[in-house]
């Protein structure tokens, strides 16, 4: 069955940088467009980064909040996507979420903690 599995999580400073990881299974991952959301208590999920899949390149879009600052990976030998996640504000603060287009599949997210 489709999995998406993230990791990387944790509580880190302003300024400071993480990565995040999501691994992913039971379909076809190369032509899949994927992105990484995020949702803030009492917010709505917000899409931050997406990545094209081997039919249009590999292209990369990102929200104004985090061009600049965040990166998106992929590598579809391994079945994985990535975020990198540098110069932290408090205000990324959130769960962040991988997501699927092709398989229409969320992973369960993991948590982001941006503090001193």
């Known amino acids: 069955q489709v999995q998406l599995v993230e990791s990387g999580g944790g509580l880190v400073q302003p300024g400071g940088s993480l990565r995040l990881s999501c691994a992913a299974s039971?379909?076809?991952?190369?032509?899949?467009?994927m992105s990484w959301y995020r949702q803030a208590p009492g917010k709505a999920r917000e899409l931050i980064a997406s990545?094209?899949?081997?039919?249009?390149?590999?292209?990369?879009n990102y929200a104004d909040s985090v061009k600049g600052r965040f990166t998106i990976s992929r590598d579809n030998a391994k079945n994985m996507v990535y975020l990198q996640m540098n110069s932290l504000k408090p205000e990324d603060t959130a769960v962040y979420y991988c997501?699927?287009?092709?398989?229409?599949?969320w992973g369960q997210g993991t948590q982001v903690t941006v503090s001193s």
């Open positions: 990545i094209g899949g081997s039919t249009n390149g590999g292209s990369t």
């Open positions: 039971g379909f076809i991952f190369s032509s899949s467009v």
């Open positions: 997501y699927a287009r092709r398989a229409g599949a």
